[in-house]
């Protein structure tokens, strides 16, 4: 007997060949489009990689130039003011595929907190100014805390200091540091300085690496209303607004414009019209 063969046995063979090769050619798209995927992964961190080492040289190159001006400056010059080429905020400047800024800040135009405590010995003079300064931008009268976390003894200064015996009751735990604070962000760990009260504070505070005076060319108003006991707002305003149209020459010339009522009581360690410490900023774009 003849057997015909069944037709439909062909076309499911077919069918499942046709299936099979749309199977393995979606396989092969797919590893495909995944090998694509990782190399423009690979070749994006490449040059993310390129554009990271090009801006980290241009940034530095920026900073070289501000340390250059600022000898410059130095040879040829006793006094630092605003006006000079170094106080100049630097445009963005276009480089290859990119751009540059930068900015540099005299740093002894702020106060220097390390001056709380000088030669070991808390600088109640400087305790003083910190306090108006801190009443200026009306926060707490922290003064205290701050001079037991720079000085060296483990005696808690009152009202308001704080020493180990405060430090290790908190939780997470630590001590006090006993030296010279390294930026203003110590005050972070400070006890009762909150991340608002350094943020607000910081635009008037440094922190030095030796006791300062105020270059009072670059001061800010509420920096020298707080450096000389009873020198109103208002004075010291005056004072700023005075140096635009003529820098301090010295510290008589400084005098010479004071309220003569404030002139004996300021000290000459007191405040400068130079300055040896400055902040230097750049910021390089790429990419």
């Known amino acids: 007997m003849t057997v015909q063969p069944d037709p439909c046995i062909g076309v499911r063979e077919r069918g499942v060949a046709l299936i099979t090769v749309i199977l393995i050619v979606a396989l092969a798209a797919s590893m495909a489009a995944f090998m694509a995927w990782q190399q423009q992964i ?3 961190q490449v040059e993310n990689l390129r554009d990271q080492a090009q801006a980290q040289v241009v940034g530095r190159a920026a900073i070289d130039w501000a340390r250059a001006v600022l000898a410059d400056d130095a040879r040829n010059n006793n006094v630092d003011h605003l006006g000079e080429k170094w106080a100049t905020v630097l445009v963005p400047l276009p480089v290859e595929n ?9 740093q002894q135009g702020l106060f220097n907190l390390n001056n709380l405590v000088r030669n070991g010995k808390v600088s109640q003079p400087d305790v003083a100014v910190f306090r108006r ?12 805390a701050a001079v037991d976390w720079i000085d060296a003894d483990s005696e808690t200064t009152y009202p308001g200091g704080a020493e180990d015996i405060d430090y290790l009751a908190m939780d997470p735990s630590y001590r006090a540091a006993n ?3 390294i930026e203003v962000g110590n005050l972070y760990r400070v006890k009762g ?16 690496p030796e006791p300062t005076p105020v270059n009072v060319n670059t001061a800010p108003a ?16 005056a004072l700023v607004e005075a140096r635009k149209s003529g820098y301090f020459q010295d510290q008589a010339d400084f005098r010479a414009h004071l309220p003569a009522s ?18 230097v900023t750049s910021l390089a774009s790429f990419g």
């Open 222 to 237: 509420e920096v020298l209303a707080a450096l000389f006991q009873d020198l109103s707002m208002a004075d010291a305003k």
């Open 98 to 106: 990119g751009r540059v800024t930068g900015s540099v800040v005299d």
């Open 179 to 181: 030296r010279m604070m």
């Open 193 to 208: 300085f909150s991340p608002e009260m350094v943020e607000r504070l910081r635009p008037f505070v440094t922190a030095l």
């Open 262 to 279: 404030k002139v004996k009581q300021i000290r000459d360690n007191d405040f400068s019209v130079n300055s040896r410490y400055f902040m």
């Open 42 to 44: 690979w070749v994006r």
């Open 133 to 144: 300064l801190l009443e200026l931008r009306n926060l707490a009268d922290l003064a205290n």
